[in-house]
């Protein structure tokens, strides 16, 4: 099959029912295990080697209908909160045998309460992640942290896993997330090859399947897509910054190209592509995994890094790629986002980047006004 | 209907508590404008000021600088400030009136605050916390130190011993730079010294609280309990702050054997969930007591801690008992059902008829979610239960009316149903 045509195929599914794919997949593998992971970044190889399959659980995107989480979380909490509460309440991931959630943000901790309590069958997992970056300490704790967690997944699942199979799992991830970054680094090179819409797609398949077939899926896409070859557009050169949990709508995704950007670099899935060299499998590997974390992990709004200033990260990337202006795409009310753009705008106005701010939610169905946004704002930069 | 009644009792602990204040809060601005003492700034949820008062470094706490601002009706500006360069209306107010002063003068109606020497991120359960220090240490580009504290996650609802051991390391390293800044070695006996105040302090505090227990109670475990609040936070480990509470629990005591209440009559007694208005307290104050209605228990008393349920800070273990204290004994580092279960207790242990849930946009800690809690409390438990919406800090949210409707409709229900039981009881008692 021509790859646009595989693309196109993923990209139907997501948009129309995602968590459809799971549940088929469960459907022919009656004996295998699912856990659902939460964004931002979840150690998904723990899942792995306990013999579970990890899967992403990232919202209801814009065919959902929220009914019954809107009476559990008030107006001002974002919407994947109330969306991935509205799956359960209408038993649209009755696949899972386990789901986690992580310290990203208070809405999403609480969250992980409220599942515990309204889905007892449901295994209900937790992980503090650590944010103190600067003690030699913190990796004992982050070790320790998984080995908890490991234990309570080989308790689901009912394997045993030994260093062997979790050094597996983790050679089988490293080759994913190093096809992702040959994914993302083949769009800043040569972004009129490959847009960002064929990015997300190729990326976000990754949370729905086991990694295997991702990495085939994937490796002939690289493949086919090294064989473009188109003239560059007279597009802007952007950076995109702040949907890292939430997901924004795909027709949002391609609406700002299609206004006339190129997106060099952005954070959509970055839990899912969330080191920036492979993690090594030599050594214990649940301290290695752990280790990995605090050294080799990309920055996030929701790791707060203090051996860096934040608004300097942004700036960096902004250099390192070439982008002449940033997009900060944040989800409404999410609280880690709006306060980076705080800190971001600041930096950015100072260091005389022009940037476009837009606020996005995963139910909404109506582009128009962000394209106007969009147009404006690269017609004041084309000709200014 | 119910008369309107307020409540007017001033005693010798608020006297005392506003002395006391008024030089916390010299000494604050004898730092900012005379460079008499260094600043630690920190967080209130369960903190280690044992380790800044060991050191004579002066805490002082940005949470405290704008629930003042909000109390004397001078925030809006601040936050309006804020929100120009860049915060939005969604991000809690608390954080913008605070960077609105920092970036500022740093002077207010009650103190100038000084630049910190040191920015102790204490991040316990409020993730807010880590953008706000994160922020303010972009801004003067000061040292920060990130001190993590594990969100209590396991089924016991405890830590683990890792957790333990990581957070008693990282204090170490606390020590290490406090070193640094100061110049002098850590002082142990001073700090054992202070500890045991805190633990004698914590101690105090439970007892007070538990006198709400009686009927009437003596004191209002909501709006009364601020009172309390500021010399726990601000006065942990000094001789003043055990002295406040000595004063504090005699004046309590007196009043439980006079039969003493804060209202003339009390005719409810609730249980309250979530920080208060600050920008409107007594105005929201006045919407209960004219129900000749009185909070007995509040969870927001137990942000700092939670001494009520056992805990001592214990001076030969001076690093362990901090760091017991920060992971489990604070409502804020205690997951979503577990305060549940505090409330439940509340509830039950402190005979109350009802339970407000106060949901305040800024803080998502406390608020996100509640409308769960709400299912839990009617649906599960039976419990009367209100949630209304304002704010802790923004003027702006605080729709008097619309609160006045709810609260009134809520307690004409009670009401009824207290006439319709005590009917009950009547007749029964005549067959």
Redesign the interface.
């Known amino acids: 099959m021509k790859i646009e045509n595989t693309i196109a195929d993923y990209r139907e599914a997501l948009e129309e029912a995602p968590l459809e794919r799971v549940a088929q997949w469960k459907a022919s593998h009656p004996d295998k295990k699912i856990v659902g992971c939460y964004p931002v970044y979840s150690p998904v190889e723990l899942i792995h080697a306990a013999g579970m399959l990890p899967v992403g659980i990232l919202g209801g995107g814009n065919r959902l209908e929220i009914a019954h989480a809107?009476?559990?979380?008030?107006s001002?909490?974002c919407s994947i909160?109330k969306s991935t509460l509205e799956l359960a309440m209408t038993d649209r991931i009755g696949f899972l045998d386990g789901i986690v959630f992580h310290?990203?943000?208070?809405?999403a901790?609480?969250?992980?309460?409220?599942y515990?309590?309204?889905f007892p069958k449901l295994m209900v997992e937790?992980?503090?992640f650590?944010?103190?970056?600067?003690?030699p300490?913190?990796v004992?704790?982050l070790t320790?942290?998984y080995r908890?967690l490991l234990e309570s997944y080989t308790q689901l699942s009912g394997a045993k896993a030994d260093d062997e199979s979790l050094r597996r799992s983790i050679r089988i991830y490293n080759e994913q997330r190093r096809l992702l970054r040959e994914l993302y680094a083949l769009r800043a090179a040569q972004p009129q090859n490959l847009s960002t819409v064929e990015t997300y797609v190729l990326t976000r398949t990754a949370t729905l399947m086991p990694p295997e077939e991702h990495i085939a899926i994937l490796t002939e896409a690289l493949a086919a897509l090294r064989l473009r070859d188109e003239k560059p557009k007279d597009r802007i050169r952007v950076v995109l910054e702040g949907s890292f949990c939430e997901q924004p709508p795909l027709e949002l995704i391609e609406g700002l190209e299609a206004a006339g950007c190129y997106i060099l670099d952005d954070d959509f899935l970055t839990g899912w592509r969330f080191f920036t060299e492979d993690i090594p499998v030599d050594g214990d590997p649940v301290r290695s995994l752990a280790e990995s974390y605090i050294k080799r992990s990309v920055y996030s709004g929701?790791k707060?890094d203090?051996r860096e200033?934040?608004?300097q990260h942004l700036l960096d990337r902004v250099k390192e790629t070439g982008a002449a202006a940033v997009v900060i795409l944040a989800a409404?009310?999410c609280?880690?986002a709006?306060?980076?753009?705080?800190?971001?705008?600041?930096a950015l106005e100072k260091a005389g980047i022009p940037h476009l701010y837009l606020e996005f939610e995963e139910k909404m169905w109506i582009f128009d006004k962000s394209r106007t946004e969009v147009e404006t704002f690269v017609e004041s930069m084309l000709f200014d | 209907m119910a008369e309107t009644t307020k409540s007017t009792y001033q005693g010798q602990m608020h006297l005392l508590q506003k002395e006391m204040m008024g030089r916390y809060f010299e000494r604050v601005t004898r730092a900012a404008e005379q460079g008499d003492g260094k600043a630690v700034y920190m967080l209130i949820s369960g903190n280690p000021v044992e380790l800044v008062q060991a050191f004579d470094l002066v805490p002082v706490y940005p949470e405290i600088d704008a629930l003042q601002l909000a109390v004397k009706k001078a925030a809006l500006p601040f936050i309006l400030k804020a929100e120009e360069i860049g915060y939005s209306m969604d991000n809690c107010a608390y954080v913008k009136a605070d960077v609105g002063l920092f970036l500022g003068d740093r002077k207010t109606p009650f103190a100038t605050i000084p630049l910190p020497s040191l920015i102790l991120c204490n991040y316990v359960g409020c993730n807010v916390y880590l953008q706000w220090f994160e922020h303010l240490a972009e801004y003067c580009d000061g040292e920060i130190y990130n001190l993590d504290i594990p969100f209590l996650r396991e089924p016991s609802g405890k830590p683990s011993k890792a957790d333990i051991e990581y957070v008693v390391k990282q204090l170490e390293e606390v020590i290490v730079a406090m070193e640094r800044l100061t110049g002098k070695d850590l002082d142990w006996a001073k700090l054992k010294r202070i500890v045991a105040l805190s633990g004698e302090t914590g101690e105090l505090w439970a007892k007070v609280k538990s006198l709400t227990k009686h009927a009437p109670t003596p004191f209002d475990a909501y709006f009364d309990s601020v009172t309390m609040m500021a010399p726990l936070y601000c006065l942990r480990g000094t001789e003043d702050g055990l002295k406040f509470f000595q004063t504090a629990l005699k004046e309590m005591e007196e009043k439980v054997q006079m039969g003493q209440g804060p209202l003339p009559e009390e005719r409810f007694r609730f249980v309250i969930e979530g920080p208060p208005p600050w920008p409107y307290l007594r105005t929201f104050r006045d919407l209960f007591s004219k129900w000749g209605a009185v909070a007995v228990a509040s969870t927001y008393s137990t942000v700092g801690g939670l001494w009520e349920f056992g805990f001592k800070h214990d001076p030969n273990r001076p690093l362990e008992s901090i760091a017991e204290h920060m992971l489990e004994w604070n409502v804020t580092n205690r997951n979503f059902l577990q305060r549940y279960a505090q409330i439940r207790r509340y509830i039950e242990e402190w005979n109350a008829d009802a339970l407000i849930i106060h949901s305040v946009k800024s803080c998502r800690l406390f608020s996100a979610g509640q409308g769960d809690m709400r299912e839990y409390f009617t649906k599960d438990l039976n419990v009367p239960t209100l949630l209304i919406e304002s704010d802790i800090e923004d003027p702006r949210y605080f729709s008097e009316a619309q609160i006045k409707n709810r609260i009134d409709a809520f307690f004409e229900s009670l009401e009824h149903k207290k006439i319709v039981r005590e009917a009950h009881a009547a007749a029964g008692g005549a067959a």
């Open positions: 809107d009476s559990r979380f008030q001002f909490v909160v310290s990203i943000c208070d809405p901790r609480n969250l992980g309460s409220v515990k309590r309204n937790y992980i503090h650590p944010q103190n970056m600067t003690s300490h913190t004992n704790y320790a942290e908890r929701v707060h203090t200033r934040k608004s409404k009310f609280e880690p709006l306060f980076d753009y705080a800190l971001y705008r600041q």
